[in-house]
């Protein structure tokens, strides 16, 4: 999600606070921060006025809300490890978060949903969910199954409306930072373009609606110091899901998806970050929505204009930290498919960037701000929470 917070949005979405400017200023660096508002409201949370420049969907805007649930001691440890220490308590999760938002973009293409993770037994049992209703107006590429050349593309629109359900469970493996799991992805959905000979064909291959249902096995080990904002530690996860009509999946297919980030402080105020995926699809049948295929997502890169049955990427990173406030940085990403057709094909693109973060609350690690990102193709402006990974 495409997001950021400017002061002047912040202060404007927190009116019922604005009676007591003392709350937005942290009380040990005097700067401008949300940490007390979100800890100590009874309806605190971080509102995220969020503002749309994606390519493939064009320019728009939203609003989310993260709230952040605590009780009244894990309040209390966090305030004291933020009065001791700059680095606050961004060390302590939250046992429970919520997160909910809609927006809506230029071209047509809107989403809502809400969220909710819960952990119990100090995150040994860990339940994340969400559900929520959209719809997307994206172009895709295609080759036509290797009758077009490498560099030669036929695009084409489409219109996408969903609604969807995930659930995932995951337990903890002794006292380690190993989590195993189980999750279950459940979609309605209906597809259409207003090219008719491209309409004709996804109607007669997926019909007016199709269901979507897969249950799969997910993987984690996370030894981050921070879970918004990561300087140091990694992280490493892995899902293999399978959709078929055993489980109600109009469709049957599977997908194994794997995703590593890595953070390396060189110095006080150095950071060095790398991340790397792989996503592959196995096909069952052939009735398969386009937008169901893996692409590359990185920054500067439009949604869907890279995809295959095999897609991998690899970022750099590069933060320089003038406090613990302000953040630059610079990043470089490359991403590679391979699509098994007619004629086997691979496709690649570069991108790269530079960007900015403002921790905007201290007691949580939660940082905020901008990358201008650019590749082969698209360049664009996003509004980012967290690293950029």
């Known amino acids: 999600m495409l997001k950021k917070i400017s002061?002047?949005?912040?202060?404007m979405a927190s009116t019922p606070l604005m009676a007591n400017p003392s709350h937005f200023i942290d009380e040990q660096d005097g700067q401008f921060d949300l940490g007390y508002y979100l800890a100590e409201n009874a309806y605190g949370f971080l509102p995220v006025p969020v503002i749309i420049t994606e390519p493939a969907v064009g320019y728009g805007g939203g609003l989310m809300g993260l709230f952040l649930h605590e009780t009244e001691q894990e309040k209390q440890a966090r305030k004291k490890k933020a009065l001791e220490s700059i680095d606050g308590g961004a060390q302590l999760v939250?046992?429970?978060?919520?997160?909910?938002?809609?927006?809506?973009?230029?071209?047509?293409?809107?989403?809502?949903?809400a969220?909710?993770?819960?952990?119990?037994?100090?995150?040994?049992?860990?339940?994340?969910?969400?559900?929520?209703?959209?719809?997307?107006?994206?172009?895709?590429?295609?080759n036509l199954g290797g009758l077009l050349p490498v560099d030669n593309t036929f695009k084409f629109d489409t219109s996408t409306q969903a609604y969807f359900a995930f659930q995932k469970i995951q337990f903890r493996v002794a006292n380690t930072p190993?989590?195993?799991?189980?999750?279950?992805?459940?979609?309605?959905?209906?597809?259409?373009?207003?090219?008719?000979?491209?309409?004709?064909?996804?109607?007669?291959?997926?019909?007016?609606?199709?269901?979507?249902?897969?249950?799969?096995?997910?993987?984690?080990?996370?030894?981050?110091?921070?879970?918004?904002?990561?300087?140091?530690?990694?992280?490493f996860s892995a899902e293999y899901m399978v959709y078929d009509d055993a489980i109600g999946s109009d469709t049957n297919y599977a997908t194994l998806g794997a995703n590593g980030e890595a953070y390396f402080p060189l110095s006080h105020k150095w950071t060095f970050a790398v991340a790397a995926s792989y996503d592959e699809i196995y096909e069952k049948d052939t009735k398969l929505s386009p937008t169901t295929k893996p692409y590359v997502e990185l920054r500067g890169v439009s949604a869907f204009r890279y995809q295959g049955d095999q897609v991998g990427t690899l970022q750099a990173?590069?933060?320089?930290?003038?406090?613990?406030?302000?953040?630059?940085?610079?990043?470089?990403?490359?991403?590679?498919?391979?699509?098994?057709?007619?004629?086997?094909?691979?496709?690649?693109?570069?991108?790269?960037?530079?960007?900015?973060?403002?921790?905007?609350?201290?007691?949580?690690?939660?940082?905020?701000?901008?990358?201008?990102?650019?590749?082969?193709d698209d360049s664009a402006l996003y509004f980012k929470v967290g690293s950029g990974f």
Not at 97 to 113: D, H, I, K, S
Request: charged letters at 15%; zero cysteines.
């Open 115 to 142: 969220g909710h993770r819960h952990s119990w037994l100090k995150d040994t049992i860990r339940y994340t969910g969400a559900a929520g209703a959209a719809r997307g107006n994206l172009d895709l590429y295609t």
């Open 178 to 235: 190993l989590m195993l799991g189980m999750q279950q992805l459940w979609a309605q959905s209906e597809i259409s373009s207003s090219n008719l000979i491209v309409d004709r064909i996804l109607q007669a291959l997926l019909g007016e609606n199709t269901m979507t249902s897969g249950l799969g096995l997910v993987a984690e080990y996370d030894t981050r110091d921070n879970l918004f904002f990561p300087k140091n530690g990694y992280k």
């Open 317 to 376: 990173q590069l933060m320089y930290h003038f406090d613990h406030r302000w953040t630059v940085s610079t990043f470089y990403g490359y991403g590679q498919t391979d699509t098994k057709s007619i004629s086997d094909t691979t496709d690649s693109v570069n991108a790269y960037g530079v960007g900015f973060r403002y921790q905007i609350a201290r007691r949580y690690g939660i940082h905020m701000g901008i990358d201008i990102a650019k590749s082969d």
């Open 7 to 11: 002061i002047a949005l912040l202060l």
């Open 94 to 113: 939250p046992a429970a978060m919520t997160l909910v938002g809609g927006g809506g973009t230029e071209n047509g293409t809107w989403f809502a949903f």
